[in-house]
Nanobody, 116 residues
Framework: QVQLVESGGGLVQAGGSLRLSCAAS????????MGWYRQAPGKQRELVAT???????SYIDSVKGRFTISRDIDKNLAYLQMNSVKPEDTAVYYC??????????WGQGTQVTVSS
């Protein structure tokens, strides 16, 4: 069983920055894809950004140019750098990891609140 633990959420003013971290209990090199999802109150969970084992990244249009997903394989960490945040970025952010051998794993989530 893999554990993913998110941290770094909190309250930030619009235009500010936050960096979310996701710590994995095993080598993240074993995951073919890692991603960040978010779920706002009353809305469905949506994919925000992904990074493949080859380092290829993708983003939803609403965060392109503002958010950056990255990883540190040596530390088993994935990150989501959030810049120029907006009130509509307010949500619970979840870390996700996919393994061909072991399936899909989720963290418990971290709350991000952006005040206007």
């Amino acid at each position: 069983q893999v554990q993913l633990v998110e941290s770094g959420g909190g309250l930030v003013q619009a235009g500010g920055s936050l960096r979310l971290s996701c710590a994995a209990s095993r080598s993240i090199f074993t995951f073919h894809t890692m991603g960040w999802y978010r779920q706002a109150p009353g809305k469905q969970r949506e994919l925000v950004a992904t990074i493949t084992s080859g380092g290829i990244t993708s983003y939803i249009d609403s965060v392109k140019g503002r958010f950056t997903i990255s990883r540190d394989i040596d530390k088993n960490l994935a990150y989501l750098q959030m810049n120029s945040v907006k009130p509509e970025d307010t949500a619970v952010y979840y870390c996700n990891a996919d393994s061909f051998a072991s399936g899909r794993f989720w963290g418990q989530g971290t709350q991000v609140t952006v005040s206007s």
